[in-house]
């Protein structure tokens, strides 16, 4: 075939793949994009989603823009303005180079369309290179094109390509980047290096974890090619059978040093016995100490018969020499120490001082060989004058990269929040875990570790490299390339795993910028590009045997990867809205030198304020806040911090004055991007709150977005009556952080386990942590806890205490005696009650007393409500799912409606309040829409009493759509029940999603006898 036909021929095959593995997008092409690989169930398809793939289409927007006149080069005047502490005036290079192909394929498709392109042009992007660099070095066409099939297809890539992060799209490079550089040295042309030095610039501008980990893993690939090896070595060192090892080592003169060898694995594996001990409470640990006397011995076996290839001495003789090098590790024991002296970072110190030792007593009895090394590597100075050009002009960009990396963090990083690099603790929180290795159906795309087991086994198969199985010859430059990317890929595949495995903590010590790095999966990037090469190399051994079935067994291969690696789940599509009525009422009314703030808040690295660059993107409005992933620290404490009491619906004079000091005119209330960790309230009680501010005027809603306009003047300057919300905030026991005491499982609990403590010696604060930010008002923290006491002892068992977090100040306390606990040992209601005048972030902590053991459940926050016969609690002001649509003939003037999904769906729950024992009925306003037919007794929604935490339902009723049909208008469904104590109540409304359903309140009274 010719070239110009297979060429034709692959990018369609990767297309093509590209289009099966992407679908449906090619179906939402014009009005889509895809904004997860493993979307929520009822989430496949949703307007306007929150992501990260928002923020990479704004900014590439931005670049498009600039060519076209709209905006200045790499300039945001959109997002984060301000005149003090914005970002409007930095540099941003915009994700170029990947921008500039954007821009070209928006220009002719359109905005969305150009995106989606993008997408899907990335698979023979990264197809092709990989091809091209495969058969280069396997001269395999069957072997290179698996490899380049595993390349574009493993899971890992495709999620982060689907979740819009930038390696998903610009890993296409790294083949190209690497065959670039092989060409030029093969040519000995400057040009193909300058190429190569060009690609891994455009990589390093966009994903700075690929130009990262390249140069620090891949660096021998520069280097090692600029010298020519040509070993002629004799049949006497050539590499040993299996036979001829375990004759060698086990006779009389070899066993002190298998011996000594099996020692000193034998201490390494308690090294790392102990440093899981310290982690892991589990028996299988100490395997580890008779595992690392076998894999040390495995290693020095393999390390010989690599000594003996370069120096030339025997086998046996090289077994020897190598024995001492292993010395260092007689102090590995020493990290026992830990367990009686917090030593910080003792394990990584001690284990990298080892290896470092190590290395030098290898280095050093090397040298003692190095005539006869360079005779034997045929080192050539003209060889080397040729390719060194190629290398120079490779290292050109590389030096200009890593200059702007250096000036990007010494102007952002250092300033940011993140300027010392992450601590473990943050690293561990993104770590991957072992069992991720085989999970091929992660929610989670950075844990996302899945290999495969096609590319596994062909990885497994290419190991045949070394033996004499196969008739074909194979060289010593394939040996050499498949075991420099073997070890390569197993190294950088270990440290994918983070903390999880202390290999990670040696890197994150030793290795410069290593602590900057978050997520420590992203180093996935270069481990399966190097999984696809030997694989390659996997399938090329078993084309080595002549079977006369090539093209058919590398078919079921393909099969087999397609089948192993094709999406668990289909891609969400994120459908975006072309038009906007309150962004266009904002365009028409803003002047020149104004601004918008969008609502709620964050401190700026939060992907929930993509939907503001999206909207951006349509209308072009200048705002407060936005989205950076690396944001100024002085962003964080001098804008996010004060203006962050607006999430939660609190507006005060301070607020207001620093508006009108940046000059912002309009705040925009985003109620569908209110996560639960940005407000302890529902999202309604910030737009309800905001109404009844005398600072701000309400102008207009449109679904879910509120408008408001801050007033330029008032003469009401007094807040009033604060509004309530009925909805208390629920933090579980076993969430918090403690310096005593255990989790425990206990059935009695809300959600089946409690925080314990018992007879502890050191008392003080038991537990903390976990905090809620509380607007103006009057609130009650009640504390769900039982005791087991000796009714004989007397005096303070635990002290309730509630505290202002940021100014470490105590609101007020509650000391709970042994004779407060009932001798039931039930659980039971403990409540402190407090007043904030203003925004406070309230912390709940609990002191122990130390006179016997006590269990916490949870801990409700809310306002301060006192049940009076009746409650009347309107589902805007409850936690909800649906959209809020006004309705003059509703109680409230508003309703929830939840269209038709096809499955269940809550449409309300809360509020978590306390109910004493008697006997109630809760009466629900329901409707469905009108006109719907009648059927028999189709079930349309599901109508539930519950308590802890929604964990145990009270009662349960069904209602028909034919019974919601019965009259116009709202209907009132009762539901009796009865306490025989006092309870937290969450009532429910779950509908089915087979018709429209609207919820207009719920109302709860008691029944007297």
Not at 182 to 211: C, N, P, Q, T
Not at 607 to 628: D, E, F, K, V
Request: charge should be positive; aromatic fraction near 16%.
């Amino acid at each position: 075939m010719k070239k110009s036909l297979l060429y034709f021929a692959l990018f369609f095959y990767f297309l093509a793949l590209g289009i099966a593995w992407t679908y449906p997008l090619i179906r939402y092409f014009d009005r889509g994009m895809p904004y997860a690989h493993a979307p929520s169930k009822e989430c496949e398809l949703v307007q306007l989603a929150q992501g990260d793939y928002i923020q990479l289409f704004y900014l590439m927007w931005l670049f498009k823009d600039a060519i076209q006149g709209g905006t200045p080069f790499f300039r945001d005047p959109y997002q984060l303005n301000l005149p003090q502490y914005g970002m409007q005036d930095c540099f941003n290079n915009q994700y170029l180079p990947l921008s500039a192909v954007y821009a070209l394929f928006a220009s002719i498709l359109g905005d969305i369309q150009g995106y989606n392109f993008l997408v899907l042009m990335t698979f023979p992007l990264a197809g092709l290179g990989f091809f091209l660099l495969a058969f280069a070095w396997t001269k395999s066409r069957w072997g290179s094109l698996i490899g380049a099939t595993i390349y574009v297809l493993y899971p890992f890539r495709v999620a982060h390509l689907l979740g819009g992060h930038p390696g998903g799209f610009m890993y296409f490079l790294i083949p190209w980047l690497i065959y670039f550089y092989a060409i030029g040295l093969e040519r000995k042309s400057w040009v193909w290096g300058l190429a190569a030095g060009l690609s891994f610039f455009g990589l390093g501008m966009d994903e700075l974890h690929i130009a990262y980990y390249l140069p620090l893993f891949l660096g021998i690939f520069l280097v090692l090619p600029l010298f020519q090896y040509t070993f002629k070595l004799s049949s006497s060192i050539s590499w040993p059978s299996l036979s001829n090892v375990s004759k060698g080592i086990f006779r009389k003169e070899f066993v002190p040093y298998v011996a000594i060898v099996s020692f000193l694995g034998s201490l390494l594996g308690l090294f790392l016995s102990l440093w899981f001990l310290r982690r892991v409470q589990e028996i299988w640990i100490w395997l580890l100490i008779p595992s690392g006397g076998l894999f040390l011995n495995f290693f020095w076996i393999g390390y010989g018969w690599f000594y003996t290839r370069l120096t030339g001495i025997s086998w046996k003789n090289a077994l020897k020499e190598d024995v001492i090098s292993y010395a260092p590790f007689v102090f590995l024991p020493a990290y026992i120490a830990q367990f009686y002296f917090d030593i910080p970072a003792l394990g990584a110190r001690l284990f990298s001082g080892c290896l470092v030792a190590m290395g030098l007593i290898k280095i050093f009895q090397l040298l003692k060989h190095r005539k006869e090394i360079l005779k034997r590597s045929g080192f050539s100075v003209k060889g080397v004058r040729g390719r060194f050009k190629v290398f120079v002009s490779f290292v050109i960009p590389m030096i200009l990269l890593f200059a702007w990396l250096f000036f990007e963090k010494r102007t952002k990083l250092d300033s940011s929040v993140v300027s010392g690099g992450r601590s473990l603790s943050v690293v561990k929180g993104y770590s991957a875990h072992l069992s991720d290795i085989w999970n091929r159906s992660q929610n989670n795309m950075e844990s996302l570790l899945y290999p495969g087991v096609v590319p596994i086994l062909l990885f497994v198969l290419g190991f045949f490299i070394y033996t004499r199985y196969f008739r074909k010859k194979i060289s010593s430059r394939d040996k050499i390339i498949f075991a420099v990317i073997a070890c390569l890929f197993i190294l950088t595949y270990l440290l994918s795993l983070g903390s999880t495995l202390p290999l990670y903590n040696l890197f994150y010590t030793n290795v410069p910028h290593f602590d900057y790095i978050r997520v420590p999966s992203r180093i996935l990037y270069l481990s399966f590009f190097l999984l696809s090469l030997l694989a390659s190399y996997g399938f090329k051994m078993l084309q080595s045997k002549k079977t006369g079935h090539t093209a058919g067994v590398a078919c079921l291969v393909l099969i087999g990867i397609g089948i192993d690696y094709f999406p668990v789940y289909r891609p969400g599509i994120s459908l975006m809205p072309r038009v906007h009525p309150i962004y266009e009422y904002v365009q028409k009314n803003l002047k020149l030198d104004e601004r918008i703030l969008e609502v709620p808040i964050w401190p700026g690295e939060s992907s929930w304020s993509s939907i503001y660059q999206y909207n951006a993107t349509l209308y072009r409005t200048p705002m407060l806040n936005g989205y950076r992933p690396v944001i100024s620290s002085d962003y964080v404490s001098h804008v996010f911090k004060p203006l962050s009491p607006l999430n939660a619906g609190y507006f005060g004079l301070e607020e207001w004055e620093l508006l009108k000091k940046w000059n912002v005119k309009f705040i925009l209330v985003h109620e569908e991007a209110f996560p639960k960790k940005v407000s302890s309230f529902p999202p309604h009680f910030t737009t309800l709150s905001f109404r009844q501010s005398p600072f701000l005027k309400n102008v207009m809603n449109d679904q879910s977005t509120y408008l408001f306009e801050v007033l330029s003047q008032t003469s009401q300057i007094d807040l009033g009556r604060a509004p309530v919300s009925p909805m208390m905030t629920v933090i579980e026991g076993e969430s918090l952080k403690k310096r005593m005491g255990s989790v425990v499982e206990l059935e009695a609990a809300s959600m089946g386990q409690a925080l314990y403590v018992c007879d502890e010696p050191a008392l003080g604060w038991w537990a903390f942590g976990k905090s809620c930010g509380l607007t103006k008002g009057s609130f009650t923290a009640s504390f769900r806890m039982k005791g087991d006491f000796l009714r004989e002892r007397k005096g303070e068992a635990v002290e309730l205490e509630i505290w202002d977090k940021d100014k470490n100040l105590l609101l007020a306390d509650r000391v709970l005696k042994i004779e407060d606990f009932n001798e039931t040992k039930d659980f039971q209601e403990f409540q402190v009650s407090f007043k904030l005048d203003r925004y406070r972030e309230v912390e709940p902590r609990i002191r122990y007393g130390g006179r016997g053991p006590v269990w916490l459940d949870r801990i409700l926050l809310g306002f301060d409500q006192k049940f009076e016969g009746k409650d009347v609690l309107e589902a805007e002001e409850l936690f909800h799912q649906g959209e809020i649509l006004e309705d003059k003939s509703a109680s409230g003037g508003e309703v929830i409606r939840m269209g038709k999904l096809g499955e269940k769906r809550n449409i309300l729950f809360g509020p978590y309040r306390f109910y004493d024992d008697g006997r109630y009925t809760a009466r629900f306003y329901l409707k469905a829409s009108e006109g719907v037919e009648q059927p028999s007794d189709q079930v349309a929604g599901t109508l539930l009493v519950t308590t802890l935490s929604g964990n145990k339902v009270l009662f349960k009723k069904e209602i028909s759509l034919k019974e919601l049909n019965q009259k116009l208008g709202y209907q009132s469904f009762d539901l009796n029940f009865e306490l025989k104590e006092i309870h937290d109540l969450e009532f429910t409304v779950l509908s089915e999603g087979q018709e429209d359903l609207y919820v207009d309140c719920v109302e709860i009274s008691s029944k007297t006898e």
